[in-house]
């Protein structure tokens, strides 16, 4: 049986496949590029792993207090070998982007200091963590002070906005490298390292950290490389490789990330404990397959830019931008759009791919939400997902795929809920192919 046929008896029509094909033909030359970045961070961490002598022997988890965690030590060793930084830590109770988020901040801020938002306003969880929406246990109600410099209209950083923001009480400054729910571009790690070097020009010894959901392994060089005092994500995104069933990591200056290991257990203890329950075979070898897992899922990013901007649907990144993280955002500009797209998603899903998602108000959000995430890891990002809020602009956020296969299924997917219910119209060449 040949390809298109397989296709086609998964719901993909001939036209949807054939119009899939042309694209996916126009794009290999950017898909090249996207595998040799991976092959490039494939060496870094198989070096890192050599070069810590990773042996079976560390797969073996430990119970109780978790002294002398081998598996655990020398995992947080190769990270910090991988991102050319100190030390890490790289914990299963660090229990998402959010608590490594916070616990970075919370480790390394004392009342009276000052937080600096440079990338302007953080992460949606993040409102909660700071005290800018009051929160239990927030940073606010330990006294600690925040302030924000929006990025500029171009979306570049206001190196004259920070230098008046800069003073006796920052101790340290915000960078997100993901733009998260927002229209604004993504940071590349070039431009994290112009605003680290103008920050630590004016004040060296402010704590620079980077929130890096989503953006390892994109680029050859993470924040760490060029000044990053901290960088911080989860592990059910890219890092994870869509085997780290949960967790979060933090990397950086020893002395700092010394501090977070005594936030997340307790001052005394530090690195010392944290059972590792036999969790440590799927980090390391999450970690072995991030590079091109992280691949595949940009090659979908890039795939689903091209696919829908041709039929006139607004896409952020735009299909030739270079990449600096794994998010697509697609504009619909009707509910219709967004939840005929999610539905795709969702039917395209090797889990739950039978079930309908429906548009619901979750908590912390304004208005309803729609998410489609059919996934071995539940909430996990890295694997082929998407969502929406239901208010203008109508825009869904995709991201994910563990192979490359299955993204550009999902998204053919995607198209052809949409085309079914006459939102998105085929160019008139497919629509008479055979
Ligand atoms: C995902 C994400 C986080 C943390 O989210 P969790 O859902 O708590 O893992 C923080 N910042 C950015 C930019 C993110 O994309």
């Known amino acids: 049986m040949n390809l298109e046929t397989i296709y086609e008896r998964m719901g993909i029509s001939r036209e949807v496949y054939a119009y899939g094909q042309k694209i996916e033909k126009a794009l290999k030359e950017r898909f090249a590029a996207i595998d040799e970045t991976a092959e490039y961070n494939q060496l870094k961490v198989l070096q890192a792993m050599q070069e810590c002598r990773v042996s079976d022997i560390h797969f073996a988890g430990t119970s109780g207090y978790g002294y002398n965690d081998l598996g655990r030590d020398t995992l947080e060793a190769v990270y910090a070998k991988a991102f050319h930084a100190e030390a890490a830590l790289v914990r299963p109770q660090i229990t998402c982007g959010t608590h490594a988020l916070a616990v970075a901040l919370g480790a390394n801020l004392r009342p009276g200091d000052e937080l600096l938002a440079v990338s302007g306003k953080p992460y949606d969880t993040l409102e909660e963590v700071i005290g800018i929406r009051p929160s239990s246990g927030s940073l606010a109600e330990y006294g600690i002070t925040y302030r924000q410099v929006d990025l500029m209209p171009d979306d570049r950083f206001d190196l004259e906005g920070i230098r008046r923001a800069i003073n006796e009480h920052t101790k340290m400054v915000h960078i997100q490298r993901s733009k998260g729910y927002q229209t604004r571009r993504t940071l590349s790690v070039a ?118 901007e041709p039929l006139g649907f607004d896409v952020l990144p ?22 005929a797209f999610c539905r795709g998603i969702q039917a395209a899903a090797p889990v739950d791919s039978f079930v309908e998602p429906e548009p619901w108000d979750m908590p912390g959000y304004d208005s309803p939400v729609i998410m489609a995430a059919g996934a071995f890891v539940q909430g996990s990002s890295i694997e082929l997902s998407a969502d929406g809020p239901m208010k203008p602009p109508y825009s869904v956020y995709f991201q994910g795929g563990l192979t490359w296969e299955h993204a550009k299924f999902g998204i053919l997917m995607s198209l052809q809920k949409l085309t079914a219910a006459g939102i998105a119209v085929l160019p008139k060449e497919e629509q008479t192919e055979q």
């Open 191 to 308: 431009d994290i390292k112009e605003a680290i070097a103008y920050v630590k020009s004016i004040a060296p010894h402010v704590i620079c950290m980077v929130d890096n959901c989503y953006g390892e392994f994109v680029e050859r060089v993470e924040p760490t490389d060029v000044g990053a005092d901290l960088c911080v994500g989860s592990l059910i995104k890219n890092p994870g490789g869509g085997l780290a069933p949960t967790g979060g990591y933090i990397v950086g200056k020893e002395a700092l990330v010394e501090q977070c290991a005594c936030r997340l257990t307790s001052p005394g203890l530090g690195k010392e404990v944290g059972a590792s329950m036999g969790i440590m075979q799927s980090f390391y070898q999450g970690f072995f397959l991030a590079p091109t897992v992280t691949a595949g899922a940009l090659k979908g990013a890039v795939f689903a830019a091209n696919i829908y």
């Open 318 to 339: 735009d299909g030739q931008e270079s990449r600096h993280d794994i998010i697509q955002a697609v504009t619909f500009g009707t509910p219709e759009g967004v939840i």
